[in-house]
């Protein structure tokens, strides 16, 4: 089973600043397609941002960018807004597995 | 526009049972696979169980296989999850989710229902 480790847990940043979080994974993700980025607010369901490593979901701004491939990626936010203030998770699957990493905070420094 | 609405949660005593469900609207049920996932008090996203969109593949992580069961009624446009030997660490909120739609395959979720709670507690 592939984990994937986020990092860091958590980014305390100031609205209008760039938030770059990674996920990297125990062992190569057999395709790009296969790293998904969610963000969650407390009290929500988990929402699509990105999917196939770099593909923004519909509706999401492009201020929400993610690249990567093997076993590091990134997901990248250009320039905070309020809203953005969340927990963002990445996730894999792989070999009939879907695993998901343990989360990074980004809070209001 | 695209409704998941899950039920069935509650409280249940150790080693008991419970069967969630997940009604599905807005979109072409049996075209789309599913998934549930569950996340517990305070912690991260835990991947349960997959199942293809005709109900003929299906997958289940380690924690929860042999215990849950995943299943669908595409007249129904209904999913469910039947939930056995039900243990402490089970308590969390699951939610069901629908499977990204492509000509390519992702493995993402791009609909997540608003998710029911699970206490497992004697």
């Known amino acids: 089973e592939i984990v994937l480790t986020q990092s860091p847990g958590t980014l305390s940043l100031s609205p209008g600043e760039r938030a770059t979080l990674s996920c990297r994974a125990s062992?190569?993700?057999?395709?790009?397609?296969?790293l998904t980025w969610y963000q969650q607010k407390p009290g929500q369901a988990p929402r699509l941002l990105i999917y196939?490593?770099?593909i923004r979901a519909a509706g999401i701004p492009d201020r929400f960018s993610a690249s990567g491939s093997g076993t590091d990626f990134t997901l990248t936010i250009s320039r905070l807004e309020p809203e953005d203030f969340a927990v963002y998770y990445c996730?894999?699957?792989?070999?009939?597995?879907?695993?998901f990493g343990q989360g990074t905070k980004v809070e209001i420094k | 526009q695209v409704q998941l609405v899950e039920s069935g949660g509650g409280l249940v005593k150790p080693g008991g049972s419970l069967r969630l469900s997940c009604a599905a609207s807005?979109?072409?049920?049996?075209?789309?696979?599913m998934g549930w996932i569950r996340q517990a008090p305070g912690k991260g996203l835990e991947w349960l169980s997959y199942?293809?969109?005709?109900?003929?593949?299906?997958y289940y992580a380690d924690s929860v296989k042999g215990r849950f069961t995943i299943s669908r009624d595409n007249a129904d446009n209904s999913l469910y999850l039947q939930m056995n030997s039900l243990r402490a660490e089970d308590t969390a909120v699951y939610y069901c989710?629908?499977?990204?739609?492509?000509?390519?395959?992702?493995?993402?979720?791009?609909?997540w229902g608003q998710g029911t709670r699970v206490t497992v507690s004697s």
């Open positions: 062992q190569s993700i057999s395709s790009n397609n296969f």
């Open positions: 989710a629908r499977g990204i739609s492509s000509s390519d395959w992702y493995g993402a979720f791009d609909f």
């Open positions: 199942i293809s969109s005709s109900g003929s593949t299906i």
């Open positions: 807005g979109f072409s049920f049996s075209t789309y696979y």
């Open positions: 196939g490593a770099s």
């Open positions: 996730q894999q699957y792989g070999y009939s597995v879907w695993t």
